[in-house]
């Protein structure tokens, strides 16, 4: 009885916010799976989306391969960083002074612009302990917010959608590119990808007239399981659904999943990003056309509270130079077009940005112009409602105190993550951190 | 050991799962024919591929280029302005070479004599996953896939040397650059965790002890080959895996493919690609130890795999989501439809999350359900429309941003045209005669399977509210039964 509750909630749900049509539901397995595993109660709260248009949203942005920290927030005055850095280390006249002892890259012009509005804070010696230095693990701990020695398969962003956003549409994450990020991972999936809104729906086909394409694409809702008018299946028990079930998380469920998700997001997200228009200049660049995105999304009032974006190639073993420079470059730019574009919105409180990378880079440089894989590095939270300024302490280069040449962490990333759930997000990061954290004067 | 699957059970059902794992799957007139040869025949047929004559050519430019060395020196030595025009002509070549080798490739897949050579080259290619967006060298990046294709069901160690030496492999994992002054770990420590072990089966002090035996291999760019460079090497002793020697690439390599867990990894790997689902413990143990009895060469693993009454059970038979690349190669060759342009193959496979030759890192491709997301399943749903209907509306914007903007390419892709699929190449007569002899063909063609009550009635109702199924209205049912959760596993 309780089940066929939760099963009409949620699909009234679907209905009322997002195709908005009198459809009758016949639910494929999965769904029931996971409305049988609902409390009744969160079923209904699952009647109300979590966030309307003056939620706070959070951006999450993946500098994938590896930060070099030491050349991003630079402790200029140090001599340790200089005997490190021969080839590498960057001169102090060049150096956008945050202080008297560190600085930013000079190619992070947009960042320096952004720290001077009050708009930037830089979180120094971020890592977490015993460090791996592997790109795929060290992405795993990030992203999973689990002990290094502990093996956690949900993303921390997937246990706050379970834990805070029970029932709400799939659009309550939006991951922009084809691949959806570990952190996204949850219990009950929910969140979306998107790379181009255009494409972002079932195109029916153009043969045969438009009579064959409208029963084409009502043929294909059939197909998808989406909805469906056959009567001796619609209203269909629990029982008989789950009669098709092959057997637990076959990859049959999971895309039937999925094409659900699909098409209840596509009418919301091309409606949206026709709606807003963009008001600043982006690189153009792989970053800047994802945040150009995220801005249309919000400026169109999308219901999301977490955003990803990643920028690639981060992974300096030689040459470093050149390669580094351009990809602070953009990342600086990127981020000051997305400010500016939020600002002109006046959406601008209700976002902050978080930036973080897997690891940072050896102390010392190696002998083909590059760095190989470090551990702590800062990282930087964007935003107009935040305290500015620097935040922990800069690890010391001294070479005593370095663990096999890198530097030692000051500040357990996840004190990041729980200060950002507790103080943005309005949720308690226990039960998605697996305990406490201590949390920052951030927000 | 792994059991033999039982006679009574070779079938259509079974010989079909054969063909799209161990091939590319196929149309059930081929089906028929291999369920006719019986199972050792028939995995025969795929495993010992050596004695089926492949006549296909090489591209024109996979060659070393003879005037290489010279055009390096006057590059070298000519005015800014001149260098630039030389090296925007160079990458254009090099990126239009890249076009072409993509579309070679997909082509021995698609109608290639040996299916299974081009399904261990997919899986090596993303093994060792190599990025031409690094190596920027069309005919390495040629070569290194042709090595995968020598060496495809060989010796793991003689695969593993022949991959250090690789000079794609050199630039991309910065091997090419590591010195005894200060070595560049990137390729030792990879080896271990990505290719050969496995991340927990080493040390930290194994990483910076091999990185020191590797140093000295190198590329020479001047004749685009591994070259010895001694004096770069480390001659001093190292201990790895708690040995010690003065070990240098070599030594270093031997040790590792003898570590217990190396049969354990690379086997477990294999399984995975080919059957889908992660082995028990159990299940791994007995491919390792096939693995070690037969010398570690990769063909008798594989006889016994395609053999095996674990590859042909329940929760592995269309239990895998097609990869990309098995989606398009394998939607050519049920459709019985040429490959597309090179611009085509390349937008249709990069917009599903597959470019081949540019693997997003050196782990390669996550595979199995991360290859569909919310986009990615739209993106297959509507490319179905390309391949069937000769559609190419879902390709705008298909190339993307990439770094160095390709006005030209995304012109080209847009300018390209494609037919659709043949209908009556698809279907006999009698066959399309009406919805309940044209339904069964199309699950019995496309899916090898039937499809839940409801989604068929679906399928049904489309073709009952038409007056006639013209050519048209087959081919529209064709793309709405590959747009479905079902037609994306395999």
Not at chain 1, 268 to 279: D, F, K, L, M, P
Not at chain 2, 104 to 118: D, I, N, T, V
Request: with cysteine.
């Amino acid at each position: 009885m309780k089940k066929e509750l939760s099963l009409q909630t949620r699909r009234e749900f679907l209905r009322g916010t997002v195709l908005g049509s009198a459809l009758t539901w016949t639910l494929p397995a999965f769904l029931a799976n996971t409305l049988s595993a609902l409390q009744t109660e969160a079923a209904e709260k699952a009647t109300r989306v979590v966030t309307g248009k003056d939620g706070t949203i959070l951006v999450v942005l993946q500098m994938a391969g590896g930060n070099d920290g030491l050349n991003t927030v630079v402790p200029f005055a140090d001599d340790h960083y200089h005997r490190a850095r021969p080839k590498l280390g960057l001169p102090e006249a060049k150096i956008l002074k945050l202080s008297d002892n560190v600085g930013l890259h000079p190619s992070l012009a947009g960042m320096k612009d952004l720290y001077d509005a009050g708009q930037l804070a830089v979180i120094q010696g971020v890592g977490y302990p015993n460090p791996n230095r592997s790109h795929f693990r060290s992405t795993e701990i990030w992203q999973t917010a689990s002990d290094a020695n502990a093996v956690e398969s949900y993303g921390w962003l997937g246990r706050y959608f379970d834990n805070a956003c029970a029932g709400c549409d799939p659009t309550v994450g939006v991951s922009i590119g084809g691949q959806m990020p570990q952190a996204f991972s949850a219990r009950l999936p929910k969140s979306v990808c998107l790379q181009n809104p255009q494409n972002y729906r079932f195109m029916p086909p153009k043969r045969g007239g438009p009579e064959a394409e409208a029963e084409a694409e009502e043929s294909f809702r059939k197909l998808n399981l989406i909805d469906s008018e056959m009567a001796e299946n619609s209203g269909g028990s629990i029982a008989a659904i789950q009669g098709t079930v092959q057997h637990e998380g076959s990859a049959l469920d999971f895309l039937e999943r999925t094409a659900l998700d699909a098409q209840m997001s596509s009418d919301e997200i091309r409606t949206i990003a026709s709606r807003a228009e963009n008001q600043a200049e982006y690189p153009v660049s792989q970053l800047g056309n994802s945040l150009k995105l995220v801005a249309k999304l919000i400026g169109g009032g999308l219901p999301t509270r977490v955003f990803y974006v990643s920028q690639g190639g981060y992974d300096t073993h030689a040459n470093q130079t050149n390669t580094h420079q351009r990809l602070l470059k953009d990342l600086g730019d990127s981020m000051q077009a997305f400010v500016k574009d939020l600002n002109a919105q006046a959406n601008l409180p209700r976002v902050l940005v978080m930036t973080f990378s897997e690891f940072g880079r050896r102390v010392a440089e190696n002998a083909s112009g590059g760095t190989d894989h470090g551990a702590a590095a800062p990282m930087f939270v964007v935003g107009n409602k935040i305290k500015a300024g620097l935040f922990g302490q800069y690890p010391s280069l001294a070479p005593n105190d370095l663990f096999q040449g890198d530097v030692r962490y000051n500040l357990d990333f996840r004190s990041v993550y729980a200060t950002i759930l507790e103080s943005w997000l309005k949720t308690p990061s226990a039960p998605i951190l697996g305990r406490k954290f201590p949390l920052l004067e951030l927000v | 050991m792994l059991r033999n699957l039982a006679a009574g059970r070779w079938n259509f059902e079974t010989a079909a799962h054969l063909l799209n794992r161990a091939g590319f799957g196929g149309p059930p007139a081929e089906i028929e024919r291999l369920a006719g040869l019986g199972l050792e025949k028939a995995v025969a047929h795929f495993v010992e591929y050596e004695s089926i004559p492949d006549t296909s050519e090489n591209p024109e430019w996979a060659q070393p280029d003879p005037d290489r060395a010279e055009k390096l020196r006057s590059a070298r030595s000519a005015p800014e302005q001149e260098r630039r025009e030389m090296l925007r002509a160079y990458q254009q070549t090099e990126r239009q070479h890249m076009v072409e080798l993509r579309r070679w490739w997909l082509q021995r897949m698609a109608s290639g004599p040996r299916p299974l050579q081009e399904k261990m080259v997919l899986f090596w290619h993303g093994h060792f996953a190599t990025s031409m967006e690094k190596v920027r060298d069309a005919y390495l990046m040629w070569r290194q896939n042709d090595l995968f294709r020598r060496l495809a069901t060989g010796d793991w160690q003689q695969l593993l040397v022949a991959v250090a030496k690789d000079p794609a492999m050199l630039i991309w994992l910065d091997q090419a650059q590591s010195r005894k002054e200060h070595p560049n770990e990137n390729f030792a420590r990879e080896v271990m965790e990505l290719f050969a072990l496995g991340i927990g089966h080493y040390t930290e002090k194994d990483v910076t002890e091999a990185a020191r035996a590797l140093t000295g291999w190198s590329y020479s760019r001047p004749t685009q080959e591994f070259i010895e460079r001694p004096f770069w090497h480390d001659r001093g002793q190292k201990v790895i895996f708690g040995h010690e020697g003065n070990f240098n690439g070599e030594d270093f390599l031997e040790l590792l493919v003898a570590r217990p867990q190396a049969a354990r990894f690379i086997t477990a790997k294999l399984w995975k690609f080919f059957a889908g689902a992660g082995p028990s413990d159990e299940l791994v143990t007995s491919l390792a130890a096939e693995f070690r009895n037969a010398d570690n060469n990769f063909k008798p693993l594989l006889r016994s795999i395609f053999s095996s009454e674990e590859f042909y059970s329940p929760n592995v038979i269309r239990n895998q989501v097609k990869s990309p690349v098995q989606w398009l190669v394998g939607s050519v060759r049920l459709l019985e439809r040429n490959l597309p342009p090179p611009m085509v193959c390349v937008g249709l496979t990069r917009n599903l999350g597959q470019d081949l030759f540019a693997p997003p890192n050196v782990k390669g491709w996550d595979g199995g359900l991360s290859w569909i997301t919310t986009s990615t399943l739209l993106a297959r749903y509507n490319e179905a429309a390309t391949l069937v209907l000769g559609d190419l509306a879902p390709m705008a914007g298909a190339l993307g941003y990439r770094p160095n903007a390709r006005p030209n390419l995304e012109r080209r892709l847009q300018n390209a045209r494609i037919g659709g699929a043949d209908p009556e190449r698809l279907f006999t007569e009698a066959e399309r005669a009406s919805t309940d002899t044209l339904v069964p063909a199309l699950e019995r063609r496309f899916l090898h399977a039937k499809l839940k009550p409801q989604q068929e009635k679906g399928l049904r109702d489309y073709l009952d509210q038409q007056t006639e199924l013209t050519d048209d209205i087959v081919l529209n049912a064709v793309r709405l039964i590959k747009a479905t959760p079902d037609y994306q596993v395999t």
